[in-house]
C-alpha cells in the first residue's frame, strides 16, 4: 500500500529525524525558515525570490491562522514523486496549496509534514494523496522542469532521489531460466504432431542426362538465373537441375498438368522452371522474383502436391494445410484467384485481409479450408482470438517479404509463425535482397536454396517504349489531359501518382470532364478498391488514377500506357510501374514527368533507359550532371550543403514527398 494517510493532530517528529531534519518552527525568523544548520530537505536553497536576499523570501501562510502540522505517512519508496527533480515538486505544491512541507525520511517509510492555515494544509494533503496514489506518474513524466536528477545540496543524492522516482518494483522476470527451458517447451509444443512429407519429386530421365554445360547454358538464357545453396553447415548439396517443360516437372501429377493444358500455358517461367525441382524435393526456397515473373505458380503447384501427399487425411488435418502471407488485400485476392484458375483436387481458399467482412472470413475458416492467404495484421488478430488453428499448416508461403517488412508487419509475422510447426516446408519470395529480408530469411527457413532471376524485371522494361518529359510542377496537369485527348478508343492507361489526395485530386478532375476513371489508393474502402480493379480490368473505365499500391500485384494484362504523372520513390518502384504494361507478350508505351525536383533520380533512370535501348533526353543527361555534381559539393562541404541548397534542401523535399499508399 503506497499511502497510508495516516494523520495526526500535531507533528511529532522522532528525536534523530527531528535533530537530522527539521528545525523547530519557533526557531525561524519568517516561521518557517530554511536558515538554521539543521539539515532540512529545503532548507539549503538558495532563496528564491524576494528583497530580502539573507533569507529566503516566504509567502505568510494564507490569510488566517497557521494550524498544528498535519503529518502523512508515505513509503519511502514514492516519497519522490512528492519531492520531484531537483525539488521541482516540492515547491510547485507549497506554491499551489500555500503551505510549507518538510519531509522526514525514515529508513521505509518516511514522515510528510505540512504547515499552513487548515485550508492550506488539507489542499496540500490531497495533492500528495494523489500524488502517492497508485498510477499516478504525473511526476516521473512531467513533473517540473528541474535540472536532471537531484539537487546537489539535497540530504538525498540524486541517485537516491531518482530511484525513489521510479515505480514500484515489479516481479522479475527470470530470463535465464525461461531460456533454459525454451527447448523442452518447444518439444511439448510440438509432441504428437502428425508425421510430414515433403518429398514429392521424380527428376525424369532427359533432366538428369543434361550436362553442366547444358544446365549453365540454359539458366544463362533464361533471364539469368542464379540459384545457391544457402545451407550453412556442412557439405552443400546438390541443386536440382532445371526444368524445362511442364512435363519435366509434373510427369507424376497428370491433374496438374491437365489444368495447365486449360490454361494453354507454352512454358515454364524462368523462376518456376528452377524453384519447381528444388520444392518438390522438400526444400525450402527463398525466391527473388517480382509480380509478372510467374512466382505464384512457382509455389502454388507445388503446395498443392505438398498437402495432397500428406499422410494424414483432410479431416484428421483439423485445419489449413497452406498458408500465404502476403502484403497487401490487392495480392492476397490475386493469389486466390490464381488458387481458383488451377483448382486442384477441390481445394477451397480463403482470403483474410484486414478491411474485408471479418466475420465472413472467420465463418469461412470454421466451415474448413485448405489454402489460407492472408494478410499478416488480420491473421495475427484472429490467431490472438482463437479464431484459426495454425497448427496443420505444413506449408507456408512468405510472399513479397521485402513489402511485408517495408509495411512493418514483422511483428505479427513472428507472431503467427510461433504457431506454425517448425519442420514445414517454408518458401519465400521478395522483389529484393536487403538487410531485413535476409534476417528473416535466416530466422524462418531452414538450410534453404535460393533461386534469383535479376533485381529489375528489366525484361518487361525492355518491351515498353519510355518517354521521359521534363518539365514543372504545373505544366504536369495540363500535359496530362492533351495525353488523355490523345488516348485510342482501345488504349488503356494505369496513371501513376505520388498522393492519394492527388489520386484523388486528378480522377475527380477527369470525372468532371466527363471521363470515365477510377481511382485505387489506401484510402479507399475495400469495397471500393476491388470495384476500381474490377472495373479497370474489365475496361468499364480506361483510366485508373493510382498510387504506388498498384505497381506491385497488380496483373491487368492489356494496360497499353503507364503514365507516371509523379515520380516514383525509387527506380525500383519505375521499373514495377512501366512493367505493369508490355505483359504477355503485347508491346506497351509508359510516359514518364520529371520534373527539377526528382533530378537525384536522374543518373539511375538514365541506366535503366540505356539498359533498355531507350532515347534519353539530352535535359535528363544535363539534370543528372547537375545532380553529380552537386552531390560531390555535399560531400566536399558537408555543412554548406545541407538545408542551404535550393528548394529548401533534404528536410523540404522529405516533407513534400509523403509517398503514402
Ligand atoms: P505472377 O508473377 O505470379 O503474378 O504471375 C503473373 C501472371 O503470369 C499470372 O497471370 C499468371 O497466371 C501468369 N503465368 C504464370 N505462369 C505462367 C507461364 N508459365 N506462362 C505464361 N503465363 C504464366
Known sequence: MPFKGRERGNMSFGAKSASRFAAPRDERSDGYSGGSQERSWRSERPPSRGPDQGAPSRRPFGDGAESKAV?????????????????????????????RIKINKGEYECEVSIFGTSSAQQKAKEMIEELVSDGNSRIRNGGG?????????????????????VAPARP???????????????????????????????????????????????????????????????????????????????????????????????KPTPIQSQAWPVLLSGEDLIAIAQTGTGKTLAYLMPGFIHMDGQPV??????????????????LAL?????C??????????????????????INLVKGGVDIVIATPGRLNDLQMNELINLRSITYLVLDEADRMLDMGFEPQIMKIILDIRPDRQTVMTSATWPTGVRRLAKSYLKSPMMVYVGTLDLAAV?????????????????????????????????????????????????????????????????????????????????????TDLASRGLDVADITHVFNF????????????????????????????????????????????????????????????????????????????RGGGRGGGRGRRDRDQNWGF
Open 145 to 165: 522542469g528541474g535540472g536532471g536528477g537531484g539537487d546537489d545540496r539535497s540530504v538525498w543524492s540524486s541517485s537516491q532521489v531518482k530511484a525513489a522516482e
Open 340 to 361: 481458383n484458375k488451377y483448382q486442384y483436387k477441390d481445394y477451397k481458399s480463403v482470403c483474410i485481409y484486414g478491411g474485408g467482412d471479418r466475420r465472413g472470413q
Open 462 to 546: 525492355n518491351t515498353v517504349e519510355q518517354t521521359i518529359v521534363i518539365l514543372t510542377e504545373e505544366e504536369k496537369k495540363a500535359y496530362l489531359f492533351d495525353f488523355i485527348r490523345n488516348m485510342k478508343p482501345d488504349d488503356k492507361a494505369l496513371i501513376f501518382v505520388g498522393k492519394k489526395i492527388k489520386a484523388d485530386d486528378l480522377s475527380s478532375d477527369m470525372c468532371l470532364q466527363g471521363l470515365a476513371v477510377q481511382s485505387l489508393h489506401g484510402d479507399r474502402e475495400q469495397r471500393d478498391r476491388e470495384e476500381a480493379l474490377k472495373d479497370f480490368k474489365e475496361s468499364r473505365v480506361r483510366i485508373l488514377v493510382a
Open 172 to 266: 522479475q522476470i527470470d530470463w535465464n531460466s525461461i531460456r533454459e527451458n525454451k527447448d523442452k517447451f518447444e518439444e511439448l509444443k510440438w509432441q504428437d504432431l502428425p508425421p510430414l512429407q515433403k518429398y514429392f519429386y521424380k527428376e525424369s530421365s532427359v533432366v538428369s542426362m543434361l550436362t553442366t554445360d547444358e544446365v549453365n547454358e540454359w539458366r544463362k538464357e533464361n533471364n539469368n538465373i542464379f540459384v545457391d545453396d544457402l545451407k550453412e553447415e556442412g557439405e552443400k548439396r546438390q541443386i536440382p537441375h532445371p526444368c524445362r517443360t511442364f512435363l519435366e516437372a509434373f510427369e507424376l501429377y497428370p491433374e496438374i498438368m491437365e489444368n495447365i493444358e486449360r490454361v494453354g500455358f507454352v
Open 71 to 99: 503529518g502523512i505517512t508515505v513509503e519511502s519508496g514514492l516519497v519522490g514523486r512528492i519531492i520531484g527533480r531537483g525539488g521541482s515538486k516540492i515547491r510547485e505544491l507549497e506554491e499551489s496549496s500555500g503551505s
Open 334 to 338: 490475386q493469389i486466390e484467384a490464381e
Open 566 to 641: 509523379d515520380f516514383p520513390r525509387n527506380i525500383e518502384e519505375y521499373v514495377h510501374r512501366v512493367g505493369r504494361t508490355g505483359r504477355a507478350g503485347r508491346s506497351g508505351a509508359a510516359v514518364t514527368l520529371v520534373t527539377r525536383e526528382n533530378w537525384r533520380m536522374a543518373p539511375e533512370l538514365i541506366h535503366i533507359l540505356e539498359r533498355a535501348g531507350q532515347e534519353v533526353p539530352t535535359e535528363l543527361v544535363l539534370m543528372a550532371e547537375r545532380y553529380e555534381k552537386h552531390k560531390r559539393e555535399r560531400e566536399m562541404f558537408p555543412r554548406e550543403g
Open 313 to 330: 487425411s483432410k479431416a484428421e488435418r483439423g485445419g489449413p494445410g497452406m498458408l500465404v502471407l502476403t502484403p497487401t488485400r490487392e
